[in-house]
Structures are given as structure tokens and as C-alpha cells.
């Protein structure tokens, strides 16, 4: 492969892309507009619950719990039910989710040194909601069941003696889902950007009649490739890093491990992406067809098989299997890895050996088609 050729190339495709500022505007404006869309929208956090309430004691003990819970601003408390009226009928109404009944006795019991009953009635249409709903209101719970051991003499002894169960989650302590979810999110907006940009300039070249220029001239497929590839290369690298600022800007998301594993890893992975996306160009004669076959190819398999919202483990064996040749898989576990966990690259080697080979196996058909169509 001579340099000089591919070069030449190269700086004909970035010529063209500044000749369409709407084009490359959107190249770099794109992935931070979507990180901010997604990351904003997709929210596994659940707050502000709407929550009733049943309260038979009617004392100061059971308003003090209910006060737990709409301090917490995980509820909000929206009616009051009467005591012997259906509580299901608020869940009917839809008025809200989660119903919280304190039988009578309650005080009485706390004061008497027994343990206190509490109901709660969650609406479970909405699995994800309710269970971490359940989450939520054990917590509470178990505070107020704390605050009860410290006020009796005689559970004071018997705490001396009960295991100090003292729980620490690691790399998201607050559990905050856009934690998980930004990460993701980098590899979703890469694979889709990267992919599309690349079909669509070889597909262009295809419409407006230039590739056939490009044919009789001295130019090596290699070269052709590499030199349409490097400016798209450049692009989504300079995009990597907007979205990189604008998740730590808007979500908080500081990446803990090395920024040249950061830079190595996503390499790798770009590679394999615009191998993909003139895979992709070798398949189309339209920038329709392109776009069409690009979207599919990409945004359906990184959404629901690469473990970014769905846990691959929870997904039946077939679709286990189908998961195995997406690449955006790999490169999510490197991600949050050195993003979230501060580790090197060393660990995850089995995973960056997949994105090579996938980016040779790729970049090699590509060579191949466009050779057998060019030359």
C-alpha cells in the first residue's frame, strides 16, 4: 500500500466533509445530542412513587413512618384512605402505585416491646418499578426497625450479640442507573455513527458517479479503503471525546481507569465499526438501501444483545448465542470496565482479541468486495 495514494484520498474525503458542514456538523453534534436524549430518558432510578396511605393507628408513631417515606422523596403521598375502605380501588383509579396499611396497635406494640406489623400493597404491572419499589421500602423499614432496637432497653443487649451487617457497593455506591447506562450508551452512539458515516461517503461516491473515477486510476483497493476510512477514523475519535466531556458534565461520569486504555480500546473497536460500515456500502447502491441496512445492522444488535439495558445472562440460550458475534458486547464490558472500574486493559484481553479479529474478519470481506467490484 503507498502512502501517498492513501493520503490523497484521505484528504479528498475531508475536503468533501467540510464542503457539507450540515453533514459533519451533525457527525460531531449528533453523539452528544443522542448521549444527552438517551441518558436523560432512560432512567432505571424510580422517585416520586405515587403512594396512599391507610393509617388505622392514627398516632404519632405511625405518622412518623409515613414521614419516613415521603422524606425520602422515593413516594409521594397522594390520598388518604379511610379505615375499612378497599384499598384496591386506589390501584383501580390509578390515584397510585403503592398502597401503605399501619393496623391499628401499632404504637402500643412498639411501646410494648413487641414487633410492629406493617402492610404494604405495591402494584406489580410494572415489574421494574415494583421491585425496586420493594428495594426502597425494605430500606425504610429497616431504619425504622433500627430507631425501635436503639429505644428498647433489652434489644440493646441483644444487639450486642447480632450480626453488624454492614453493606458497600463498589464502583456505583449511590447505584445510580445512568452509572450503568452512559457507558452503554458510548458504544451504542459509536457503533451506530461510525457505521453509517462510512456506508453512506462510499455509497455517495457510487451515486454521483465519482467511483467510477476513482476505478481507472492507478489506486489499490487498500488504498481506496484506508484513505476513505482515516478522515471517518479522526471524526468519531473527536466525537468520542465530546461525548466523554458531555457524560461527565451532565451525569457525573468520571472515567477512573487510563484515558490511553480508554483511546486503544475504542480504536480497535472504531476499526471494526467503519470495517462494517463499508461492508455495509459494498452491499447498497443507494444511500437509502445504505442507511436502511447500516441501522438495522447496527442499532438493533448493540440495543438488545450487547448487555447494554438487557442482562445478557437473563436472555434465553439462542439469543446468548447470537450475542457472542456482536461486537459492541466486547467493547461494553472493556468500557465500564475502565470507565467505572478503573481497570487496565489486561483483564478484558480475551474481549479486545474478539474486536481485533472481528475488525481484520470485516475489514478483510470489505477489501475483498469493493477489490472484486473496482478493479
Do not use: C
Not at 34 to 53: E, K, Q, S, T, W
Not at 79 to 93: K, N, Q, W, Y
Not at 138 to 156: I, M
Not at 170 to 187: E, K, W
Amino acid at each position: 500500500m503507498r502512502l501517498r495514494q492513501t493520503l490523497a484520498i484521505a484528504k479528498k474525503e475531508i475536503r468533501q466533509a467540510f464542503r457539507d458542514p450540515l453533514s459533519l456538523g451533525m457527525l460531531l453534534a449528533l453523539p452528544a445530542f443522542m448521549l444527552v436524549l438517551y441518558g436523560y430518558a432512560i432512567n432505571f432510578d424510580v422517585r416520586h412513587v405515587p403512594l396512599a396511605v391507610q393509617d388505622r393507628d392514627m398516632t404519632a408513631e405511625s405518622r412518623a413512618l409515613v414521614s419516613s417515606f415521603v422524606n425520602s422523596t422515593y413516594f409521594d403521598l397522594k390520598t388518604s384512605i379511610l379505615p375499612g375502605a378497599d384499598v384496591e380501588r386506589v390501584f383501580h383509579r390509578r390515584i397510585a402505585k403503592v398502597a401503605l396499611v399501619i393496623p391499628e396497635n401499632y404504637a402500643a406494640d412498639r411501646h410494648a416491646g413487641r414487633r410492629p406489623s406493617v402492610q404494604l400493597l405495591v402494584d406489580g404491572a410494572d415489574a421494574n418499578t415494583a421491585t425496586n419499589v420493594l428495594g426502597y421500602a425494605s430500606a425504610l423499614v429497616a431504619q425504622a426497625n433500627a430507631e425501635l432496637v436503639r429505644g428498647t432497653r433489652a434489644a440493646q443487649l441483644a444487639q450486642q450479640v447480632a450480626i453488624d451487617y454492614q453493606p458497600r457497593v463498589f464502583y456505583n455506591p449511590d447505584l445510580r442507573s445512568t452509572q450503568f447506562l452512559v457507558p452503554g450508551l458510548i458504544g451504542f452512539i459509536l457503533m451506530l455513527t461510525a457505521v453509517l458515516s462510512t456506508a453512506l461517503s462510499v455509497v455517495r461516491e457510487k451515486e454521483r458517479g465519482t467511483m467510477e473515477q476513482l476505478r481507472v486510476t492507478s489506486l489499490r483497493p487498500s488504498e481506496l479503503i484506508v484513505g476513505k476510512t482515516l478522515p471517518y477514523l479522526g471524526i468519531s475519535l473527536i466525537a468520542t471525546a465530546i461525548i466523554l466531556v458531555a457524560a461527565r458534565v451532565l451525569f457525573g461520569v468520571v472515567v477512573a481507569g487510563s484515558y490511553l486504555d480508554l483511546f486503544v480500546a475504542t480504536l480497535i473497536f472504531l476499526v471494526g465499526a467503519l470495517g462494517w460500515g463499508l461492508l455495509v456500502s459494498s452491499l447498497a447502491q443507494t444511500q437509502a438501501m445504505a442507511f436502511q441496512i447500516g441501522l438495522v445492522t447496527s442499532l438493533l444488535p448493540t440495543i438488545f444483545f450487547s448487555g447494554f439495558i438487557f442482562p445478557i445472562r437473563s436472555m434465553p440460550v439462542v439469543i446468548q448465542a447470537i450475542s457472542y458475534i456482536v461486537p459492541a458486547r466486547y467493547f461494553l464490558v472493556v468500557l465500564r470496565g475502565v470507565v467505572l472500574k478503573g481497570a487496565g486493559l489486561v483483564p478484558y484481553w480475551k474481549d479486545l482479541a474478539f474486536l481485533v479479529l472481528y475488525a481484520a474478519l470485516v475489514l478483510g470481506i470489505a477489501t475483498a468486495r469493493l477489490a472484486r467490484r473496482e478493479v
